[in-house]
């Protein structure tokens, strides 16, 4: 692979950047804990939905100390709605160690910076580079398009085993003195300019250095394989409400999708048996009324959509415990899908 512009390359990226960068939260620190907040909320999110959840995340947890011995339920209430859970709990588990192993203070080197619970590649880079001004890759689909444009490679991108060409490509690239501003002028351009479908070549900043736009074929690239087909479950969700105006939800378990959320009771439709009376036997209740319609719609996670019919019925409690006023269920991390409900109830 030929860098013959490389010096040219990175002044060009990382003045751009420095000229045209977004005005982000994140962009005001060099604090490692608080990059990594940062990197861990914007996988798979929009900046502008994180914006707000960032800012709230660091008032209510401004330091690992903090965050590291928190309630779960209150680490999960203040990430509610922002989806893929498993990312704060990792979080937590990562930040932990590094208040018991390193003192608080987020590695500076990428052997021990991966070692800790949910770090990646990626965001170990993201946070030597971005913190710690180190000259390490971070490589994310902004970077591998940006990538694989100016330097036309056609390789699969779905594919684990390219990830290391480009994490190969940004080591060979990347400006030893401006490794900050080079790595996330790269984001910033995936972001902006170099976006997945009709790219603007005319307002790239490094479009001269660009083997794609020299050979026209930048929106073929990147090469990317089909995803996993999409499974889709039906479900019907109750709103069970007894005589006091409190309704009954349930904890998910401690592993797996949306782990230790709160919920209502969720009947999966895949059998001719009743799902009310499912509902009754499996959580114990009377029905007291008929089912009453009350939204319906699919929730789409990466591998899989929810196709919700939720339905509000009256029940005879058998069980107190299992049924909470409004004002509790309020207090309780609750699933995007749930909250939807749950806000057409109120």
């Known amino acids: 692979m030929n860098y013959e512009y490389?010096?040219?390359?990175?002044?060009?990226?990382?003045?751009?950047?420095?000229?045209?960068?977004?005005?982000?939260?994140?962009r005001q620190t060099t604090d490692p804990y608080k990059i990594w907040v940062s990197e861990v909320m914007l996988q798979q999110t929009r900046v502008d939905t994180v914006i707000p959840y960032y800012k709230r995340f660091l008032e209510k947890f401004p330091t690992p100390e903090v965050f590291a011995y928190a309630p779960q339920e209150d680490i999960l209430k203040t990430w509610e709605g922002l989806g893929y859970y498993s990312r704060v709990r990792n979080l937590q588990a990562g930040v932990r160690e590094v208040v018991e192993t390193y003192g608080g203070v987020v590695p500076d080197n990428r052997v021990d910076?991966?070692?800790?619970?949910?770090?990646?590649?990626?965001?170990?880079?993201?946070?030597?580079?971005?913190?710690?001004?180190?000259?390490?890759?971070?490589?994310d689909g902004n970077v591998m398009r940006v990538l694989s444009r100016v330097l036309?490679?056609?390789?699969?991108?779905?594919?684990?085993?390219?990830k290391k060409v480009f994490e190969q490509a940004v080591m060979?690239?990347?400006?030893?003195?401006?490794?900050?501003?080079?790595?996330?002028?790269?984001m910033e351009l995936g972001a902006l300019i170099c976006t997945p479908t009709s790219p603007k070549?005319?307002?790239?900043?490094?479009?001269?250095?660009c083997r794609a736009f020299e050979a026209g074929?930048?929106?073929?690239?990147?090469v990317k394989s089909k995803k996993i087909k999409m499974k889709n479950l039906l479900y019907k969700v109750y709103i069970a409400r007894d005589k006091e105006g409190r309704y009954l939800l349930e904890k998910r378990g401690d592993n797996g999708l949306l782990a230790n959320m709160w919920q209502f009771p969720m009947i999966e439709i895949k059998n001719e048996e009743s799902p009310l009376e499912q509902l009754?036997?499996?959580?114990?209740?009377?029905?007291?009324?008929e089912a009453t319609a009350v939204i319906s719609f699919k929730h789409v996670f990466s591998h899989l959509t929810w196709h919700i019919e939720a339905e509000a019925v009256e029940v005879d409690v058998k069980n107190a415990e299992k049924f909470f006023s409004p004002a509790q269920i309020e207090d309780l991390p609750m699933p995007v899908p749930m909250?939807?409900?749950w806000r057409e109830i109120k």
Not at 6 to 26: A, S, T, Y
Not at 201 to 209: K, S
Not at 217 to 222: T, Y
């Open 172 to 186: 060979e690239l990347i400006d030893p003195n401006q490794a900050s501003s080079f790595n996330q002028g790269l």
């Open 201 to 209: 070549c005319l307002l790239c900043p490094v479009r001269e250095y």
């Open 152 to 162: 036309h490679i056609y390789d699969d991108i779905a594919l684990p085993k390219t």
């Open 339 to 341: 909250l939807k409900i």
């Open 6 to 26: 490389k010096e040219e390359f990175r002044k060009e990226l990382v003045d751009w950047f420095n000229r045209e960068k977004r005005d982000l939260p994140w």
């Open 217 to 222: 074929d930048a929106a073929e690239l990147p």
């Open 113 to 139: 910076i991966s070692k800790l619970k949910g770090v990646g590649p990626y965001t170990a880079g993201a946070v030597l580079s971005i913190a710690y001004g180190k000259p390490e890759h971070a490589v």
């Open 280 to 289: 009754a036997e499996r959580y114990d209740v009377e029905i007291n009324s």
